[in-house]
């Protein structure tokens, strides 16, 4: 996964547009157009760092190190964008019976 596609994931999961992003944290939005057309290889250190504060990720989940074996933050990242993703396939009162059921797994894990 690229760094311009895990940025665009953070936002779908927050939902949160890049122009409110780039808003927060006072990066231009012509950088984040730049990363996504390849014109851009990569994040300046203080703005990777912007966004990954912004996020609350560690800056290395955002590199792009396709090679790299995923870190378990990043697995669960991934698992928690495939829940988000299907759920925009589900209805309202299925998405109640499926936040119940992780919020019962939340208790028991206490």
Known sequence: MTTYEKISALCAE?????????????IRGSVFTEL?????????????????????????????????????????????KVLFDASAKVTKEDLTKIIKMVEAFAKDDE
């Open 14 to 26: 927050r939902g949160i547009r890049l122009s409110a992003l780039s808003a927060a944290t006072g």
């Open 36 to 80: 996504k057309s390849g014109r851009t290889r990569r994040l300046s250190t203080g703005t990777l760092t912007k966004v990954a504060d912004f996020f609350e990720v560690p800056v290395e989940f955002l590199l792009d190190d396709a090679d790299a074996v995923p870190t378990q933050q990043e697995e669960l990242f991934r698992m928690r």
